[in-house]
T-cell receptor, first 111, second 113 residues
């Protein structure tokens, strides 16, 4: 089992460009999450999904959109990137109320 | 307003000694607490958890203590090993918020040989 995988691992964008981060899990988990990690801030929840076709806002959703068209995939989109979105992005998945399993992260720099 | 705080950004201990990492929270609705460990360039991995109905949970060298009245939890690692050097995050879950977690800012533990 690969667990949770994220694509790409690194990306550099210019302000105003768009991109999509892909998260895939092979554990048949219902719940999936997108977090961003900034120094001293821990991980902050951007959006999450409780099942295929569902999405909901987390703590810091502004500037991001998500889609969960297939149970195993959770996409995070940036329509118009800003320097404030420079961060490390982590995807996670879980069964209902069990611990979350995290991917290796995507380091995004917006110039 | 951070609901989960880890006030020590870093901690250095000698190999073989005890490491104590602390975490404070403000929301009394949190009913489940977790510790995650993170190595550089990797995602966080689950370490240990505790329900609010307990005050202690032990797993090998790792023990988590919960003091509900003080809204404080701590992670004890005994004995500490160089491979324990990592960033540790505490996280909390509310009883009516699905499985969403609120994370602290993390504590970088360095275990010196």
């Amino acid at each position: 089992n690969a667990g949770v995988t994220q694509t790409p691992k690194f990306r550099v964008l210019k302000t105003g460009q768009s991109m999509t981060l892909l998260c895939a899990q092979d554990m048949n988990h219902e719940y999936m999450y997108w977090y961003r990690q900034d120094p001293g801030m821990g991980l902050r929840l951007i959006h999450y999904s409780v099942g295929e076709g569902t999405t909901a806002k987390g703590e810091v959703p502004d500037g991001y959109n998500v889609s969960r068209l297939k149970k195993q995939n959770f996409l995070l989109g940036l329509e118009s990137a800003a320097p404030s979105q420079t961060s490390v992005y982590f995807c996670a998945s879980s069964d209902d109320f069990n611990e979350q399993f995290f991917g290796p992260g995507t380091r995004l720099t917006v110039l | 307003d951070q609901q989960v705080k880890q006030n020590s950004p870093s901690l250095s201990v000698q190999e073989g000694r005890i490491s104590i990492l602390n975490c404070d929270y403000t929301n009394s609705m949190f009913d489940y607490f977790l510790w995650y460990k993170k190595y550089p360039a990797e995602g966080p991995t689950f370490l240990i958890s505790i329900s609010s109905i307990k005050d202690k949970n032990e797993d090998g060298r790792f023990t988590v203590f919960l003091n509900k009245s003080a809204k404080h939890l701590s992670l004890h690692i005994v004995p500490s090993q160089p491979g324990d050097s990592a960033v540790y995050f505490c996280a909390a879950r509310r009883d009516n918020a699905g499985n969403m977690l609120t994370f602290g800012g993390g504590t970088r533990l360095m275990v010196k040989p």
